[in-house]
């Protein structure tokens, strides 16, 4: 399994920078990321439950995953979900260790709302420089919660694969003191 997108709000970057045009888009986004991940466990929880209208049959999917996360920096933005490869392009910036739950609300045949909250660890930071000037994002052993929310369509029942809109946020929680949007800023980073 992997996730792909862009970010649209650095804490310590004006939005500005996060893009290379007007438009704050996938194709013209600095800052993506792609993660790759194993299954760890999966649960599933069906049930039909009596309403005023009839009866409603639902299921529930538990997916938990483990893998790695890396941001790029990419002074060529071109990224595309047509290429979800497309995002792993440019400097690599943050690597980090990530244990997900994605919590998938069946609302139709192959259609359902997806939850996701994430334990995210930096294992390591590279500096890059932007418009003249040197920054980094975070530091090794800083740690971030993610949660985001979408829709996904089931776009393989066999395999099973999947397209999911996301949007999400993400908050430094292993930093003493600091509360903060991730991922958390360093200007003039060594």
Excluded: C, W
């Amino acid at each position: 399994m992997f996730r792909t997108a862009n970010l649209t709000h650095i804490s310590g970057l004006t939005d500005t920078l996060l893009f290379s045009g007007t438009l704050a888009n996938e194709a013209d986004a600095r800052f993506t990321f792609y993660t790759t991940a194993v299954l760890t466990s999966r649960s599933v929880i069906t049930g039909a439950f009596a309403t005023v209208s009839g009866s409603l049959t639902s299921s529930v999917f538990v997916i938990d995953a483990s893998g790695q996360t890396v941001y790029y920096y990419n002074p060529t933005p071109g990224g595309t979900f047509a290429n979800p490869a497309s995002f792993a392009a440019g400097i690599p910036i943050v690597t980090a260790t990530i244990r997900s739950q994605n919590i998938l609300n069946v609302q139709s045949p192959g259609k359902g709302l997806g939850t996701n909250f994430a334990e995210f660890t930096q294992s390591g930071v590279s500096p890059f420089t932007l418009d003249g000037v040197i920054y980094q994002l975070g530091q090794a052993g800083v740690m971030e919660r993610l949660f985001s929310t979408g829709e996904g369509i089931n776009t393989d029942p066999l395999t099973p694969k999947s397209f999911t809109v996301l949007s999400g946020n993400a908050v430094v929680t292993g930093v003493p003191g600091q509360q903060n949007f991730a991922p958390l800023i360093m200007r003039n980073a060594p």
